[in-house]
């Protein structure tokens, strides 16, 4: 038998939250596909948002991305009679666990729409940064490099303070460094957005050109956001690296990290966790940016 348990968990984010009700999973004898349905009640609400996660070791750590879902999930409205198939040879390959978990988020707080390719929800919780682990809160990253446009090339040549600039007047921030690392390493604490392994062929790093945005598929994170590894490099907000400044003799020079390596560098500076420390006034033909949405 693969999956035992359901447990299910709800962020707080109305007067009145959702929750989650009368789950039930059956794995389909000889496959493995599980059906799951439940209620989702919301008195407050008319549309909310699923996200599911699993785990291995019975909720110790949610290290298996469900991904290969049918039915109603993602923005659906509250109801009774919910049902979900889930694909777990896909996600779960070639694995059998009595141990095996899943959890179920409902949601009632959106990221802000804009016209372009949208954000992505990461919702509060722990999650591997650096050789560590920590709590993190809930907040939105573009799915893409500034101007997170499909068909459209990053905007390069930028520095510093016009990347924050930029994400200021769409209604956002500059991702910190903590909320890179934990869209690229995703729940399980990837090395690199699509695994351990470096595979030059997934994202583009060792190129001569920029990609377009939403041309490298397979660069995906486990929280669905690309080129978090190649194309630009990324500044990211707020913490200064090391004393946060230094002088050349003339003027003080405050520095920043740039994370993600670009479309030249290679495996150097494709790892989530790599980054290069430059002067803020910086940036060249390959110096880009992402913007972020955190919940006040």
């Known amino acids: 038998m693969l999956l035992t348990l359901l447990l299910t968990a709800v962020t707080l984010c109305a007067l009145n939250p959702p929750s989650i009700t009368d789950i039930q ?74 141990s095996f978990r899943i959890q179920i988020h409902a949601r009632d707080r959106f990221c802000p729409s804009a016209k372009d390719e949208g954000m992505v929800y990461i919702p509060d919780g722990k999650y591997v940064i650096g050789q560590n682990s920590g709590n993190m809160d809930e907040y939105c990253m573009d799915h893409y490099e ?19 600039s930029l994400c200021n007047l769409a209604g956002k921030t500059l991702c ?70 230094a002088t050349n003799g003339y003027e003080v020079i405050d520095y920043r990290l740039l994370k993600g390596g670009n479309f030249f560098l290679g495996a150097r500076y494709a790892p989530c966790t790599s980054s290069q420390r430059e002067p803020t006034h910086y940036a060249n033909s390959h110096t880009g940016f992402r913007c972020c949405f955190a919940f006040k």
């Not at 499909?150 to 905007?155: F, G, K, V």
């Not at 351990?196 to 994202?203: I, M, P, Q």
């Open 25 to 98: 999973a059956k794995q389909r004898p000889g496959t493995r596909i599980v059906d799951i349905t439940f209620n989702v009640l919301d008195n407050d609400s008319k549309q909310l948002c699923l996200m599911f996660y699993g785990s291995s070791d019975c909720g110790r750590n949610w290290n298996v991305e469900l991904k290969h879902l049918e039915g109603d999930t993602g923005l659906i409205s509250p109801g009774e009679g919910k049902k979900i198939v889930w694909y777990a040879e896909t996600d779960y390959p070639d694995q059998f666990s009595a």
């Open 146 to 164: 500034y101007p997170n446009k499909r068909d459209s090339l990053p905007r390069v040549f930028v520095n510093f303070l016009e990347a924050e």
């Open 176 to 245: 910190t460094e903590k909320q890179w690392e934990v869209a690229c390493r995703g729940k399980a604490g990837r090395r690199f957005p699509y695994g351990e392994g470096y595979d030059a062929k997934k994202c583009n790093t060792e190129s001569d050109s920029i990609s377009p945005i939403g041309v490298n598929t397979e660069c995906e994170s486990p929280l669905n956001i690309f080129d978090l590894s190649g194309n630009v490099l990324e500044w990211v907000a707020p913490e200064p690296v090391g004393p946060g400044s």
